[in-house]
């Protein structure tokens, strides 16, 4: 049979109250009495239950990760994984567990953020593919539920936020293609939901004007991250714009459908038409030709996402926004 605390109290000679506080580290507990207790919990093999241990606490040391739209259509799972080992690995270091839960727009209608939250006896949360549109944007700050947030800027005295420098990563991309000779540059972005895909038509269009470039409307196209919305983005500019020599995508899933779209016309990549991507997700190595694209430090984005939730509960920190460096890696597309 397990040891019990009982076992534990009745071994030391004191109540089962004292072995639970000296084991939880309460100060009110005399430093002899807490040595005593934890050399016979160790000599009787003692493993505290960490349901018991979550009621005495208040604290289950259990962080959910609140994923929207997590279905098999989703275009987002590529960029997801990365975050979502970083994430795993820290507060596996820090002595948390980690629960996977999902939500829909439609769900968060039904149910608030911060009784999605509590019903689940989460400490925290780390929230990512929510959209700037979704019910839980204002409800995450409002709710007092410590959270932090991956892409969207969302920061309050309990909700901080994770997100590449996505103006500056777009940026990187025109210029690339702006020192490579190309003066009429296309662009094609995520949906208008997504705050990333804001602030990278931003940097799209500050870096157009700074290279004394004039861009077109026409030069533009709203897609969805996934490759077919890139094979359409692609066709619809080089359509409009036959002088196009080089086209920006928002997301390398994006880029990869406007490599297919090229190939299927018989544009030669990159000598008819360059191709720059954004994530550097796997896959952008293995295509032919292999995706010039702008890198997101994904797996650091979930270990920076950890240690700023794990600092708020543990040390009461406070939460801040934290923008990440891209960079350019320059691969055959262009």
């Not at 293609?177 to 939901?193: D, E, P, S, T």
Request: with cysteine.
């Amino acid at each position: 049979m397990p040891v019990t605390i009982r076992d534990v109290a009745r071994a030391a000679g004191v109540s089962i109250t004292t072995v639970s506080r000296a084991l939880n580290g309460y100060e009110d507990v005399g430093a002899d009495t807490r040595r005593k207790v934890e050399r016979v919990a160790a000599e009787l093999k003692y493993r505290p239950s960490a349901i018991a241990r979550s009621l005495v606490m208040n604290r289950t040391k259990t962080i959910g990760l609140l994923v929207s739209e997590l279905t098999k259509e989703h275009s987002g799972h590529h960029f997801m994984f990365g975050v979502l080992y970083g994430i795993h690995d820290r507060l596996a270091e820090l002595g948390y567990d980690l629960v996977l839960v999902s939500t829909t727009t439609a769900r968060q209608r039904l149910v608030s953020y911060l009784t999605f939250c509590t019903e689940r006896r989460l400490d925290g949360v780390i929230v990512m593919g929510i959209r700037m549109d979704d019910p839980y944007i204002q409800e995450v700050l409002d709710s007092g539920f410590p959270s932090v947030v991956i892409d969207v800027p969302l920061l309050s005295e309990r909700c901080g936020y994770v997100m590449t420098d996505n103006v500056f990563g777009a940026k990187l991309a025109v210029r690339h293609l702006f020192a490579k000779g190309h003066r009429v540059i296309g662009f094609v972005n995520g949906h208008v939901q997504a705050a990333v895909s804001r602030e990278r038509r931003c940097g799209y269009e500050e870096a157009m004007a700074e290279c004394g470039l004039v861009g077109d409307p026409d030069w533009q196209f709203v897609s969805d991250f996934t490759e077919r919305g890139g094979m359409e983005g692609c066709k619809t500019l080089l359509e409009k714009n036959p002088d196009m020599t080089a086209i920006f995508f928002a997301s390398d899933l994006m880029a990869m459908g406007g490599l297919r779209h090229a190939q299927a016309v018989g544009l030669k990549v990159p000598s008819d038409l360059s191709v720059v991507g954004f994530d550097d997700i796997e896959l952008s190595q293995y295509v032919t030709p292999s995706l010039s694209t702008i890198h997101q430090k994904r797996y650091e984005m979930g270990t920076v996402a950890a240690d700023m939730l794990v600092g708020m509960l543990d040390q009461g920190k406070a939460p801040e926004g934290r923008l990440l460096s891209p960079q350019l890696f320059e691969r055959q597309s262009t």
